[in-house]
């Protein structure tokens, strides 16, 4: 069965940091582009940050630059997003999701995670 799973979502106090992380199984990651998406109650769901298949391109909406950093392990065929800096407003749900054409922008995703819960909040 072809899946992805996040993993690492919680609740966490604004300013903490959290680290998400997608896991692949039925198939390797190596030649997907993945994308971070979240969405919040009530709002519609937004890309947050995108790798390419190789590493090389990364992209992040406005509002995390400088906060969340994406990366991949090819060899764990997991990637990650490391969230820094957290406030109130990240709160939402996470999802994955990876793209075959190993290019991140085509918005065309072939397979998505079920999302993990990442709650900010004293």
């Known amino acids: 069965q072809l899946q992805l799973v996040e993993s690492g979502g919680g609740l966490v106090q604004p300013g903490g940091s959290l680290r998400l992380s997608c896991a692949a199984s039925?198939?390797?990651?190596?030649?997907?582009?993945i994308g971070w998406f979240r969405q919040a109650p009530g709002k519609e769901r937004e890309g947050v940050s995108c790798?390419?298949?190789?590493?090389?391109?990364?992209n992040y909406r406005h509002s995390v630059k400088g906060r969340f950093t994406i990366s991949r392990d090819n060899a764990k065929n997991t990637v990650y997003l490391q969230m820094n800096s957290l406030k109130a407003e990240d709160t939402a749900v996470y999802y994955c999701?990876?793209?075959?054409?190993?290019?991140?922008?085509?918005?065309?995703?072939?397979?998505w995670g079920q999302g993990t819960q990442v709650t900010v909040s004293s």
């Open positions: 999701a990876a793209d075959r054409s190993g290019i991140c922008g085509t918005s065309e995703y072939d397979y």
């Open positions: 039925g198939f390797t990651l190596d030649s997907y582009a």
């Open positions: 790798i390419s298949s190789s590493g090389g391109s990364t």
